[in-house]
């Protein structure tokens, strides 16, 4: 009826007495032919608004922006608007190794829910590149929102963070089947707190710290052992507690930190670019609106990229010579990470572990000697040393006592992120050997999961791929 007044079929009076005759034959109707008119006005505003957003966004696809949008068959509504910018493009194809999604509301008066996809940069920034607005949250939308991003990217995350939604989870599963899914912890605790609010009362925070300590346990065999106590002990939550279970390799740190997560592990950073956005749109805003607020947002993102790199030139030498020439080539943000690991390296110390072939080291910290690590270093190897840390693999900190310049865990954090992208070229055309220089016999830290690699002495830095991810793109 509302397509019909628009080319001038019907008029308000006629559509108040088909409403009234046709649903409503036996119920009194209390609508009024003001009410009709102000739904037709509401409906013609929201349908030039539709087609003033797409022409914007066609002007912007001469300038490097690329977008798709789907109307509804029947009413020709806004269903689904996809749309992202030349810098959304260049960061996800330089750090596509963590992506996280998320959708937030009330920022537009379609109602729609907003979805952002956004990465981590090597400078440890938060860097916002694709949107979508979708009529709905369910399996269709969600597949065809990831379906426009795997399109105009032409690159498919490694490892992504979500807030668990099933809907959403399902379309990854299709879209992205060898992607690392992950789940945010953050959004975890906040459902389990509502869930065992009522059951647990007064117990609950003794049940969640309790759960954070086994969730945080890094090897697998004792993490299953300890949960498998967690459920005995606290009945109460048992049920919830077998459905996390089945999700384990998603959120347990003994299975998740096998991979480079850029130190990442909730979508909170994303959060905080939702409350961004929030603050410059409101819940009855524009589609038009929506655009200036994320450029407003992109704004303050180029304000902060040129701070961390003023921060990242003018950054202090350390005062070890052995990392110095690492610091050369890594942003600010990863200098940070590595002058710390190389400050607590001090604090540790290194023993042969005995009962095991050679190359096995047990590493503690000189203040908790019967809490170690176990480091097996391969000289001839690099790729299959390890440490029961994990840290060079999902911090991607490099070692202190190797020669770090080429180490695959650097990439990430190069000044330069063309240089990461090359590397991956030529790690996917031959398999590089490392060269390790051993200089002492020390403890283990970071480097895998934050991608700054950094391993105290005798550390390994088999995943060193990672360092690279911190360069800074210099400017041309």
């Given at each position: 009826m509302l397509e019909l007044n628009e080319i001038g079929m019907l008029s308000c009076s006629?559509?108040?007495?088909?409403?009234?005759?046709?649903?409503?034959?036996?119920?009194?109707?209390?609508?009024?032919?003001?009410?009709?008119?102000?739904?037709?006005?509401?409906?013609?505003?929201?349908s030039r608004e539709t087609n003033d957003f797409v022409k914007l966004l066609k002007e912007k696809s001469k300038h490097g922006w690329s977008f798709n949008f789907q109307l509804n068959d029947d009413t020709l509504r806004l269903e689904r608007v996809f749309w992202i910018s030349p810098n959304g493009k260049e960061k996800y194809v330089q750090f596509n190794d963590v992506l996280q999604i998320d959708a937030t509301y009330k920022t537009n008066r379609f109602g729609m829910p907003l979805v952002l996809f956004t990465v981590i940069d090597n400078h440890g920034l938060t860097v916002l590149t694709a949107r979508c607005l979708l009529s709905n949250e369910q399996f269709d939308s969600y597949s065809w929102a990831l379906q426009q991003f795997r399109?105009?990217?032409?690159?498919?995350?490694?490892?992504?963070?979500?807030?668990?939604?099933?809907?959403?989870?399902?379309?990854?599963?299709?879209?992205?089947?060898?992607?690392?899914?992950?789940?945010?912890?953050?959004?975890?605790?906040?459902?389990?707190?509502?869930?065992?609010?009522?059951?647990?009362?007064?117990?609950?925070?003794?049940?969640?710290?309790?759960?954070?300590?086994?969730?945080?346990?890094?090897?697998?065999?004792?993490?299953?052992?300890?949960?498998?106590?967690?459920?005995?002990?606290?009945?109460?939550?048992?049920?919830?507690?077998?459905?996390?279970?089945?999700?384990?390799?998603?959120?347990?740190?003994?299975?998740?930190?096998?991979?480079?997560?850029?130190?990442?592990?909730?979508?909170?950073?994303?959060?905080?670019?939702?409350?961004?956005?929030?603050?410059?749109?409101?819940?009855?805003?524009?589609?038009?609106?929506?655009?200036?607020?994320?450029?407003?947002?992109?704004?303050?993102?180029?304000?902060?990229?040129?701070?961390?790199?003023?921060?990242?030139?003018?950054?202090?030498?350390?005062?070890?010579?052995?990392?110095?020439?690492?610091?050369?080539?890594?942003?600010?943000?990863?200098?940070?990470l590595l002058k710390a690991e190389s400050g607590m390296s001090l604090s540790y110390t290194c023993l042969v572990d005995a009962s095991k072939d050679e190359g096995y080291f047990l590493v503690s910290h000189k203040d908790f000697p019967q809490k170690f690590r176990v480091v097996r270093l391969s000289i001839g190897t690099i790729e299959q040393s390890t440490c029961s840390c994990?840290?060079?693999?999902?911090?991607?900190?490099?070692?202190?006592?190797?020669?770090?310049?080429?180490?695959?865990?650097?990439?990430?954090?190069?000044?330069?992120?063309?240089?990461?992208?090359?590397?991956?070229?030529?790690?996917?055309?031959?398999?590089?050997r490392f060269s390790i220089r051993l200089k002492r016999k020390s403890a283990c830290t970071l480097a895998t999961g934050l991608g700054v690699g950094y391993n105290l002495n005798p550390i390994h830095t088999s995943q060193m791929i990672q360092l690279v991810r911190w360069s800074e793109v210099e400017s041309t």
């Open positions: 006629q559509i108040k007495t088909l409403i009234e005759q046709e649903h409503f034959p036996d119920v009194a109707v209390t609508w009024t032919l003001r009410d009709v008119q102000n739904l037709l006005l509401k409906s013609s505003v929201k399109y105009y990217t032409n690159r498919d995350p490694i490892v992504l963070f979500t807030d668990g939604d099933m809907e959403l989870a399902r379309a990854i599963k299709v879209i992205w089947p060898n992607a690392i899914h992950l789940l945010c912890r953050f959004h975890i605790s906040q459902n389990m707190t509502r869930a065992l609010a009522g059951s647990l009362s007064a117990n609950l925070s003794e049940f969640m710290n309790e759960f954070w300590r086994v969730g945080s346990i890094e090897e697998i065999d004792v993490f299953e052992m300890e949960f498998s106590t967690l459920k005995t002990k606290w009945q109460a939550a048992e049920s919830y507690l077998r459905a996390l279970e089945a999700k384990k390799k998603q959120w347990a740190f003994a299975y998740t930190h096998n991979n480079f997560v850029a130190g990442v592990s909730s979508t909170q950073r994303q959060e905080m670019v939702n409350g961004q956005i929030k603050s410059a749109l409101l819940s009855n805003s524009s589609l038009m609106r929506i655009i200036d607020g994320f450029e407003a947002v992109e704004t303050r993102s180029r304000d902060k990229l040129s701070q961390a790199s003023l921060s990242t030139k003018f950054a202090p030498a350390s005062m070890d010579p052995l990392i110095n020439d690492a610091l050369h080539t890594l942003t600010n943000y990863a200098q940070v994990r840290k060079a693999i999902w911090l991607g900190i490099s070692v202190k006592q190797w020669t770090i310049s080429q180490s695959s865990s650097i990439l990430h954090w190069l000044r330069d992120p063309t240089q990461k992208l090359e590397a991956r070229k030529t790690e996917q055309a031959e398999k590089k």
